[in-house]
């Protein structure tokens, strides 16, 4: 990894948190994207809603650990090598995928996202990972983008409470006397572009007021070296999360820690293989 730092991406990603790629999707692999999340979207009504988890996973009808569609071009997208060549940079070349969320803003109505670390929230141990933000569609200050605060990850991890507020579509976020919100950065890409963010780094975003949805995929990756902690209980409460037999892909490398277990994993791709 040492041989990346005069890499502008990774300057970028060690300074603040946060680095845009410099690969970016083709247009009709966008348009795959939004054809699929069309799907998730009507199959997990009656009504569009903010969040989708784990659309990667390869079980159409759905899972206890996904929404219904989705499937095959979300898990392509999430393993594509040039993504993942980037990835590599930051975290190693031992790479874990083990989550995937769809942030689909509806127009007028898509929630504010409060302050939070991810790392807060991840079986992670120890915590070294990043997630990829994938914007389907064009995503700005009018309909809420992400929005993040530089450097923050060197902090560590900043404590978090309980927030059940409706119009949040997190339950637990960061007091805000932690830091200060007028160093925020706006995470504004265009369709197709992505950017990659550190486990800790303080990021949110504001509702989307605009006329236009704006939907985003997520992609989560580990090193090989951490270990996926299955016993954990999920923080997040709002929806059915459970780690225990979550399938896990190690998608690059080798596996560097014994107690990962990637069976689920395994019996998903044999799902995967019968629909392509």
Not at 213 to 235: E, H
């Amino acid at each position: 990894m040492d041989q990346a730092v005069n890499d502008p991406f990774v300057h970028a990603y060690r300074r603040d948190g946060l680095g845009v790629l410099p690969c970016r999707l083709p247009p009709p692999l966008v348009g795959e994207l939004r054809s699929a999340l069309d799907q998730v979207i009507a199959l997990n009504g009656p009504e569009p809603r903010d969040v989708y988890r784990n659309p990667h996973l390869p079980w159409r009808d759905g899972s206890r650990h996904g929404v219904r569609g989705g499937g095959e071009v979300f898990f392509r997208v999430a393993v594509l090598p040039e993504i993942l060549d980037q990835v590599e940079k930051v975290i190693g070349p031992d790479i874990i995928l083990w989550a995937t969320t769809v942030f689909a803003k509806p127009a007028r109505s898509g929630k504010e996202v409060p302050w939070h670390q991810d790392g807060h929230y991840w079986p992670i141990e120890p915590l070294a990972a990043c997630t990829l933000w994938l914007a389907i569609d064009d995503v700005d200050t009018e309909n809420g983008c992400m929005r993040y605060l530089p450097g923050s990850h060197r902090r560590g991890l900043l404590p978090h409470f309980g927030d059940e507020n409706d119009a949040l579509s997190l339950n637990e976020r960061l007091n805000q006397d932690a830091f200060d919100e007028a160093t925020a950065r706006d995470d504004v890409l265009a369709a197709g572009q992505m950017s990659l963010h550190d486990v800790q780094l303080v990021h949110g975003s504001m509702p989307n007021v605009s006329n236009r949805r704006r939907a985003g995929l997520t992609v989560r990756y580990v090193p090989a070296t951490s270990y996926f902690d299955r016993q954990r209980k999920p923080k997040v409460v709002a929806e059915e999360v459970d780690y225990l037999d979550r399938p896990i892909w190690l998608v690059r490398g080798q596996s560097r820690e014994p107690r990962n277990d990637f069976s689920p994993g395994r019996a998903g791709l044999e799902a995967l293989d019968r629909l392509v």
